[in-house]
């Protein structure tokens, strides 16, 4: 089954900075800007088809079509790289506000007067590490969950500091995912 990105609200989350790093990785080269500034022209040759794709990248979060064109580059990618857009939007996704984390706690703090923890959780479809600073009621909850190799749920705004995952604000956290 292909699943298609349509959701706006998640779509203007996505950084544009995010997506030309993405895109300078995976071997595409700027190759003009647009409008004053307001977008940039990828470009990229498969060297095994020929085949030449292009993505016109927005430059200002305010465009009345930012999400649309984020839409059309995750389409574009999805066709060159050969992953769904589940998968690179996994990959560009830099902010989610109140968002419900479930996973397994792997690590907690050796000194009792740190309340970080490390939970192994899905973020749009793939396991990431992702770091929590909880309150010392939480923390001693992430504890029990670590020891006694219990799910937990909790929310917050998820962000993505280089390549860490950091869920701030975290609040409502239980064990066992409600059961």
């Given at each position: 089954?292909?699943?298609?990105?349509?959701?706006?609200?998640?779509?203007?989350?996505?950084?544009?900075?995010?997506?030309?790093?993405?895109?300078?990785?995976?071997?595409?080269?700027?190759?003009?800007?647009?409008?004053?500034?307001?977008?940039?022209?990828?470009?990229?040759k498969d060297c095994y088809?020929?085949?030449?794709?292009?993505?016109?990248?927005?430059?200002?979060?305010?465009?009345?079509?930012?999400?649309?064109?984020?839409?059309?580059?995750?389409?574009?990618?999805?066709?060159?790289?050969?992953?769904?857009?589940?998968?690179?939007?996994?990959?560009?996704?830099?902010?989610?506000?109140?968002?419900?984390?479930?996973?397994?706690?792997?690590?907690?703090?050796?000194?009792?007067?740190?309340?970080?923890?490390?939970?192994?959780?899905?973020?749009?479809?793939?396991?990431?590490?992702?770091?929590?600073?909880?309150?010392?009621?939480?923390?001693?909850?992430?504890?029990?969950?670590?020891?006694?190799?219990?799910?937990?749920?909790?929310s917050g705004d998820l962000?993505?500091?280089?390549?860490?995952?950091?869920?701030?604000?975290?609040?409502?956290?239980?064990?066992?995912?409600?059961?």
């Amino acid at each position: 089954m292909k699943v298609t990105i349509r959701d706006s609200n998640i779509l203007k989350t996505i950084d544009f900075n995010e997506v030309a790093q993405h895109l300078q990785k995976k071997g595409w080269h700027e190759t003009g800007k647009i409008y004053n500034d307001l977008g940039s022209i990828w470009r990229f040759k498969d060297c095994y088809s020929g085949e030449e794709f292009e993505i016109l990248l927005p430059l200002k979060y305010d465009l009345g079509d930012y999400a649309a064109r984020i839409s059309d580059a995750i389409k574009t990618l999805e066709e060159v790289e050969k992953r769904s857009q589940l998968d690179i939007l996994s990959d560009l996704l830099t902010v989610a506000s109140n968002i419900t984390i479930q996973g397994m706690v792997i690590q907690v703090p050796d000194r009792p007067i740190v309340n970080n923890v490390t939970v192994l959780g899905v973020v749009v479809t793939k396991l990431r590490k992702i770091q929590m600073e909880l309150t010392e009621f939480d923390c001693n909850t992430a504890i029990k969950a670590y020891r006694d190799r219990l799910p937990i749920l909790c929310s917050g705004d998820l962000i993505k500091i280089d390549d860490t995952f950091v869920l701030q604000n975290p609040r409502g956290l239980i064990l066992g995912c409600g059961n």
